[in-house]
């Protein structure tokens, strides 16, 4: 497996991804050579995971500024900056994506031509490509110090190498514990309706050799009332003073976790957090009713009946335990905006 996620290509001045719907039966890696097609990956979940999509965006605008030659540096910002708000559209939970946008353009607004505007750019998405695998790393190492030697961890989605440059949030802390010696076992919620946890989380862990078994999302309550697991770990999409932001279903798992006096731990790198806004002002992604009414071209539901199909929901900080970032380990409440200790703007 080629271990980076999502990756520049040099000599063809493009993007390429691992395009995660085709796993865990295919693994293949794709070229996007336009905006259009890295916004369809980005839509498609072909990638996928907050980190990886702030590298994806971070790339996205590079690719735009490859694409574009207008003389006038005026005309050439504007087609870049109208490809950044494309692009930024495309997802609007995960504040990975915008951020990364964001910084890479926030570098070109100056540059003298778009050649140098290239360079630049393409600097600075490697720079937020390379951070990406320095905060993993780190937030594994503070997260494994929370486990015990041998326990059983419960994860949601998939919060892992592929849902980053590499090594993983959620599942960066389990593969540092267990390079630190600890005997780690973990349960992967299989994710409905597209299965993260079943395809993903299980295709990473059995491919490190990592105890994984798979369970449907609703039997993580029984299991933690037969005392089966010692914590639960997620990664996050955005987070508020007052929320995590998650994959569906996380929340159900953190309230459950409380009831069983189980830890509920989140890990995620600074580039996660969301140090102007509050719960109730983030949009949740509500994605297509064919992802409940079909599993393949099996029909699920009757013609006539609507879904409701949130992508993400807000556990309440109330529920977190603790949160592993690449600065150290925060233990909430939080206050807004001292979330981590630079402010952004989102
Ligand atoms: O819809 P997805 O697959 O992009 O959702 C991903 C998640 O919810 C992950 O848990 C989150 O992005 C953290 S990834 C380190």
Request: charged share 25%; proline share 4%.
């Amino acid at each position: 497996m080629e271990d980076k996620t999502i990756f520049w290509d040099f000599e063809k001045n493009c993007i390429k991804l691992v395009e995660q719907t085709l796993l865990p039966t295919e693994y293949r890696i794709i070229s996007c050579e336009s905006v259009e097609r890295l916004a369809k990956a980005i839509k498609n979940l072909e990638v996928r995971g907050a980190p990886a999509l702030g590298v994806a965006g971070g790339f996205g605008v590079a690719l735009s500024a490859f694409r574009h030659d207008d003389e006038n540096m005026d005309g050439f910002l504007r087609l870049v900056s109208d490809d950044a708000d494309y692009l930024i559209s495309t997802r609007p939970t995960a504040v990975n994506l915008s951020w990364g946008v964001k910084r890479v353009l926030s570098t070109i607004k100056d540059a003298k031509n778009p050649k140098e505007a290239r360079d630049i750019a393409l600097l600075e998405a490697v720079a937020i490509a390379e951070e990406d695998e320095k905060m993993c790393r780190l937030i594994g190492k503070h997260g494994a110090d929370y486990l015990p030697e041998k326990c059983t961890v419960l994860t949601h989605c998939n919060a892992g190498a592929l849902a980053c440059y590499t090594w993983g949030t959620a599942l960066g802390v389990i593969r540092s514990a267990v390079a630190a010696g600890k005997e780690i076992s973990v349960i992967s919620c299989e994710t409905r309706p597209l299965n993260q946890g079943s395809r993903l989380t299980a295709w990473e862990l059995s491919r490190d050799n990592i105890p994984v078994k798979t369970i449907t999302d609703s039997t993580a309550a029984y299991l933690m009332k037969k005392g089966e697991i010692d914590a639960v770990i997620v990664g996050a999409d955005r987070i508020t003073h007052d929320a995590v932001f998650n994959k569906i279903g996380t929340y159900m798992h953190a309230v459950c976790a409380a009831h069983h006096n189980i830890p509920f731990y989140v890990a995620a790198p600074s580039s996660t957090f969301d140090n102007i806004n509050s719960e109730s002002d983030i949009i949740i992604e509500e994605r297509s009713r064919d992802e409940l009414a079909f599993c393949g071209n099996k029909q699920l539901m009757p013609d006539s009946v609507n879904a409701l199909n949130y992508a993400f929901d807000p556990t309440p900080m109330e529920l977190v335990t603790a949160i592993f970032t690449e600065k150290g380990v925060l233990k909430p409440p939080l206050l807004k905006g001292e979330l981590v200790p630079e402010s952004r703007d989102i």
